[in-house]
């Protein structure tokens, strides 16, 4: 009996023809109808260059200045931009804001390797190495366990510390401002230094992250952190990590090309401005829900906290006190903190 035939073979006698693709000469209206289309675009493409429509900036009437009354407590904020950009101005602008305010530091800190700027920072209180944040985060968790130990407000220490790190970008090595571990750590759980864990209310450690370059701080601290300040930015590759990482509400293709625009709008509306985005505000419905414009203002210095002599160059007593014991209330309820150039400790 003759086996059944399968798809794969043809049955026997039937002859299968290949078919055949038959090349057909265009016709000489085809090739002007081609030649048509082709001019119009190029011409329209000529024309868009020659004569581009009118742009119309974004409205950014609704986009109200920073509140720093807003930001949360044992914050962590970066300042980026270009040298001579005002970052400076824009922090102590902030910082004097702080002290005139409900929500004051009862010390300010700055870790810089030039020293340089911010003078109402007393001298004592100064330092160039980022390890002194160990020692900084250190005597702070002593504070929050003495702390927790007390049953009355009036045994509490009171600290609520804010560091500034400024020209720490060209710094290299294990505790780099782009490898340290320890800004990384803060970043991701520096909140826990502070209230409620701490029962002493507004104990907390604050952060600003300044630096010429967006790439020399980590995409762990960028990712993490509460806030994010920047100008215009002229490295396109930068600029583009920035709309990537906090700007953009969605993807679509249409989205990000408002965003870009509004970006460039509201970074070249007024010198000296810069653009705050609030990475702790969650309904993020609108551009206007978590960014805000902050105009960076140069103000007089003068001293944020402390007496004269904090301003003074520290000495062995000083440093001797920084260094070691156990948390204690000192007069006044606010020094526990007195200043000095400590050695590294590792906590």
């Not at 009437?61 to 950009?85: K, T």
């Not at 340290?180 to 507004?202: C, Q, T």
């Not at 002229?234 to 990482?245: T, V, Y």
């Amino acid at each position: 009996m003759p086996h059944a035939s399968t798809l794969s073979e043809p049955k026997k006698g039937i002859v299968v023809k290949p078919q055949v693709t038959v090349n057909v000469a265009p016709s000489a209206g085809d090739i002007h109808q081609f030649r048509q289309g082709r001019e119009a675009r190029l011409q329209a493409q000529f024309d868009h260059r020659t004569n581009p429509p009118d742009y119309e900036a974004p409205d950014i009437s609704g986009f109200e200045p920073i509140d720093i009354l807003d930001l949360p407590d044992s914050f962590y904020i970066s300042v980026i931009g270009s040298r001579r950009s005002g970052k400076s101005f824009l922090v102590n602008w902030m910082l004097q804001q702080f002290q005139a305010g409900p929500r004051h530091f009862t010390h300010v800190f700055l870790i810089s390797p030039t020293d340089s700027g911010f003078k109402g920072i007393p001298k004592r209180y100064r330092f160039k190495t980022i390890e002194t944040a160990y020692h900084i985060i250190g005597t702070q968790r002593k504070i929050k366990a003495h702390n927790k130990k007390m049953h009355h407000a009036r045994d509490r220490v009171k600290s609520r510390i804010c560091v500034v790190i400024d020209d720490c970008a060209c710094m290299s090595g294990r505790e780099s401002l782009r490898n340290s571990k320890i800004l990384e750590e803060m970043a991701l759980n520096g909140r826990h230094e502070g209230h409620p864990i701490d029962p002493e209310p507004g104990n907390g450690i604050s952060w600003f992250i300044l630096s010429q370059s967006l790439t020399r701080i980590s995409r762990a601290i960028r990712l993490n952190q509460d806030c994010f300040i920047f100008n215009n930015i002229s490295s396109a590759k930068e600029r583009e990590l920035i709309l990537d990482e906090c700007f953009f509400i969605n993807t679509r293709r249409d989205a990000k090309r408002e965003s870009r625009n509004l970006y460039e709008t509201l970074a070249g509306s007024k010198d000296f401005r810069f653009i705050c985005v609030s990475n702790y505000i969650q309904n993020k419905r609108t551009h206007q829900d978590f960014i805000r414009v902050v105009d960076a203002v140069e103000l007089p210095d003068k001293q944020l906290f402390g007496t004269k002599s904090d301003d003074e160059d520290s000495d062995s007593e000083d440093d001797e006190k920084f260094s070691r014991g156990k948390p204690r209330q000192l007069p006044g309820g606010r020094d526990f903190i007195s200043g000095g150039k400590f050695k590294y400790q590792q906590y």
